[in-house]
């Protein structure tokens, strides 16, 4: 029994001891690194060649860890990539991610001093007009003294970059038809509007096809349904009727690569008559759907100023 009570007591010793917090360092969020890290960031979004390099060890190198396999980059490429960066990309910055900021963190004994920066790059290529608005966190590995930055591992988001690369190159992404049996969709779509068909108008959609009016859009992921819009062309029906409808060109069908549905574009001249007036203003739509392979709408942009509707 004795020797079941000291085993107990060293067990719990032991798990005691396990248990026991360790510091290992301290965080600070302001720090003479951390200023460092910024003159940094600041000399690589001017194009400073000259202040990189005295930013830097001798040694320096560069981790880009969004890649599939990173690799060590020197000294040569970060400054190339600065300098196309400052020059080709129109509101360059790099900027603290909403309330985020730098934390200097002093590690161990030696107390190496490693700051970590959490930041968004915005921008856009004056080149091909592509947005490279992404979250970019940093840590900056500071030598001894910690005046100068001995490596740099950057983290940001390889999908915006390929983007980037893949807009100065040209590729197909499916084929665009003048004439094509599924066309007839757009035009029917408007002759049934037109003649207050609502009943073979609704058999047009699929029963959870999205719809937006984009002119009155304050929410881009704000859509309503086939039965909503039937209810808003009854109220329009209550005040106004069509009398002429043109079709402006011809419709485009859009047919994606990796999809089995087809997007077709249309731009309509519609003559309207306010009831009551008597008085008729003409207006023009923008419409664009989305048809599956059944051919039922699945979904609809349509763009038309109400402001244009006879009083």
Request: hydrophobic share 35%; glycine share 6%; proline share 3%.
């Amino acid at each position: 029994m004795k020797n079941l009570y000291f085993l107990t007591l060293l067990l719990l010793a032991l798990n005691f001891q396990a248990q026991k917090k360790n510091v290992n360092g301290k965080i600070y969020d302001k720090h003479p690194a951390i200023n460092v890290a910024n003159a940094f960031t600041e000399a690589f979004v001017s194009g400073d060649v000259e202040k990189i390099k005295n930013l830097v060890t001798d040694d320096f190198g560069w981790w880009a860890k969004n890649e599939m396999d990173p690799s060590k980059k020197d000294l040569t490429s970060l400054i190339e990539r600065s300098k196309y960066l400052s020059k080709n990309i129109i509101g360059f910055e790099i900027v603290n991610n909403g309330g985020a900021y730098s934390d200097a963190m002093e590690f161990g004994k030696d107390k190496a001093v490693h700051v970590y920066a959490y930041q968004l790059m915005k921008g856009f290529d004056k080149n091909t007009g592509v947005g490279l608005e992404m979250p970019r966190n940093s840590i900056f590995f500071m030598n001894e003294d910690a005046t100068k930055i001995s490596s740099l591992v950057v983290s940001d988001s390889q999908l915006k970059w390929n983007k980037a690369y893949d807009a100065w190159s040209t590729r197909e992404n499916g084929v665009i038809y003048k004439d094509h049996p599924m066309i007839s969709k757009a035009r029917l779509l408007y002759v049934h509007f037109a003649e207050g068909n609502l009943d073979v108008l609704r058999r047009m959609y699929k029963d959870d096809a999205k719809i937006r009016d984009v002119m009155t859009l304050s929410d881009i992921k704000n859509y309503f349904g086939p039965e909503e819009k039937m209810k808003m062309i009854e109220g329009f029906y209550t005040s106004y009727e069509v009398v002429n409808l043109k079709e402006i060109g011809y419709p485009d069908l859009l047919k994606y690569d990796g999809t089995d549905n087809t997007t077709i574009i249309s731009w309509w001249e519609i003559s309207i008559k306010n009831k009551k007036s008597g008085n008729i203003s003409k207006g023009y739509h923008h419409n664009q759907i989305t048809v599956n392979k059944e051919g039922l709408i699945v979904k609809e942009d349509y763009y038309w100023n109400p402001s244009l509707l006879p009083q």
